[in-house]
């Protein structure tokens, strides 16, 4: 009998919550992908945030991780969703937030879980809960409203086949770049798939009420089969009619202009349905390149140390350019009238600009660097020193 009080309280609790908290609704952007073979190693999108209230999301990219290569000794497995984007917080802060969902399999009967592990900023684990189970990075990054930003999503694997994913923006206002974080899935030779779709979301009901509006341009996929990048110009707009247990509620304005999509929610209509009905789903084609416009990465210097036992190399790329994701340093020697090379070094890791390579040294030496850029350009600078 207590049992049957309790549920029916809860019940009512649950009914009053749907009723009373409404939440603006969320706007949903879905890209055709249909010319792409649904393989990605990158993804693109500019946006800027027009209104920007507190405790709003921009997702400006939701996707998957491949499981192919980790199904094969673990063919039960799911999971493996991840996504990223622009939130504004309490008290107008403003953050970036980068998020994998744990992957699930079954071992002998028993449930594990397999996570990504976040390898830049170097820190504790984040985890997060409540909506499935991950590991996330929130950073403070103080995005300015009503300037155009560029999103960029890469995925690279390492010498021993782990995949990694990072996360850039830059301010298209001033052009500085921010390498925001990057995780090891620790997936073997995967990569990107999914709808790789974007959204709007109040997360909090207190804060309902309030517009909140965005614009997104220029989105492109790095094909993986294809190994190019692909428009995507044409977009499904959609709003949602619930979300989370709540009476989602409000305008939802969304279009599209000669070269940008909208969408705007938060403020109560009188007759919910009423407006619903005049403000169906939409599709529409904007025009943009047929390719990203990325500058090329540059070389701001390539410095080389020499004694007669090591060898240290600093670099340092510069930040108003498109950044890298992988560096290959080759040493060459000088012998016989020719430089031969001596050794080769690769880092995976977007944020190096050092590398010590000891031996004994002595005579000329030339050493070339080549930065692997997230647009899917590379770039060679050399130097050259004498001991």
Known sequence: MISNKLFAISIFLFSLVYVTCPMAKNIYSNPDLSKTSKKFEGFTIDFRGIDTPDQTYWALCNWNMDLTDFRRTHPNAEGGGAYGGLQTKLNGEKVSILSFWEVLYKEGGVEKSHRATRMYPVGDESSFGGEGEGTNFIYKYDWPTNVWHRYVLRSWLDSNGDTFVGQWIQNLSNNEWTLFAYFNTKLKNSYIIGELSQFQENFDADYFG???????????????????????????????????????????????????????????????????????????????????????????????????????????????????????????????????????????????????????FGGKYQVSATCYSISNDLVTTTAYKEL
């Open 210 to 360: 309030e517009e909140r509006s965005f614009h997104i341009k220029n989105m492109y996929a790095f094909d993986k089969s294809y190994q190019k990048w692909i428009s995507l110009a044409t977009s499904t707009l959609s709003y949602d009619p619930s979300s989370w247990g709540y009476n989602t509620a409000g305008t939802h304005d969304i279009g599209y202009t000669s070269n940008y999509f909208y969408g705007s929610s938060g403020i109560p209509v009188d007759n919910q349905k009423a407006y619903d009905d005049r403000n169906p789903p939409k599709v529409g084609t904007i025009s943009q390149p047929a390719t990203p416009n990325f500058s090329k990465p540059q070389f701001d210097f390539l410095n080389i140390g020499l004694n007669s036992n090591y060898m240290t190399i600093f670099w340092r790329m510069n930040s108003k350019t498109t950044p890298c994701y992988k560096y290959e340093i080759k040493i060459y020697n000088y012998k016989n009238n020719a430089y031969k090379l001596l050794h080769t070094y690769i880092s995976y890791k977007p944020e190096d600009n050092k590398y010590v390579y000891s031996s004994y």
